[in-house]
């Protein structure tokens, strides 16, 4: 596609219930990043992705977060048993080759809120 | 770890003045650095990018940021303020032969007519 896809946009579920979250990339990025954004806290970095090495998860603050990225494109961010305090902008990036001198493309986000 | 900071969560100037946005980065050894802003309802984009070379980076829409070694900073200024130019930015940094870019808290601007 043209640029990063997320959905949903929006995103309101009750305390203890899952919820997963797509990021469609840049055809042809190889690189696929998660970010997290809250309030007054920036961009925290959840995870990421490239090519078909193993994906580097030291960001994730839990074990209910996990991520998948499927035929190297489509990725599914997945929150278990949902906490208040998980409520956030879910931004997803994505990159030509992963190189740190290379610009993110970013998405939308999803505005995850957890009642 | 690296980590970066950005001095002022908010950061209101007049239209037509000048806009100072401050960032310091942690690392001793100097990381790939970027602003990027995020317009109301939209995502982020790259402002500019210093990875080598001329330490004054321009970028678009008329902002620039010059990379400081000795003071570890990368402050963001633009000569004349746009009502445009309201938006959050956010500095962050990239350790080089790494893979990760940090970002610092963010700062809102606000520009008064």
């Known amino acids: 596609g043209a640029g990063v896809s997320q959905s949903p946009s929006n995103k309101v579920t009750e305390k203890g219930k899952d919820v997963e979250l797509r990021c469609d990339p840049i055809s042809g990025h190889t690189a696929l990043y998660w970010y997290r954004q809250s309030l007054g806290q920036g961009l925290e970095f959840l995870i990421y992705?490239?090519?078909?090495?193993?994906?580097?998860k030291s960001g994730l603050p839990s074990d209910r977060f996990s991520a998948e990225r499927t035929g190297g494109s489509v990725s599914t961010l997945t929150i278990q048993r949902t906490q208040q305090e998980d409520s956030a902008v879910y931004l997803c990036?994505?990159?030509?080759?992963?190189?740190?001198?290379?610009?993110?493309?970013f998405g939308s986000g999803t505005q995850l809120s957890v009642l | 770890a690296q980590s970066v900071t950005q001095l002022g969560s908010h950061v209101s100037v007049s239209e037509g003045a000048l806009v100072l946005l401050r960032c310091n980065y942690s690392s001793s050894v100097p990381p790939y650095l970027f602003w990027y802003v995020q317009y109301p309802n939209q995502g982020l984009q790259l402002l500019l990018k210093?990875?080598?070379?001329?330490?004054l980076v321009k970028g678009i829409n008329g902002f620039e940021a010059e990379f400081k070694k000795s003071e570890t900073s990368f402050h963001l200024t633009k000569p004349s303020a746009h009502m445009s130019d309201a938006a959050e930015y956010f500095c962050a940094a990239a350790d080089t032969g790494g893979f990760k870019t940090i970002f610092g808290a963010g700062t809102r601007l606000f520009v008064k007519a």
């Open positions: 992705f490239q090519g078909n090495s193993a994906p580097d």
């Open positions: 990036a994505s990159s030509i080759d992963g190189t740190t001198n290379e610009k993110l493309f």
């Open positions: 210093y990875t080598t070379g001329a330490t």
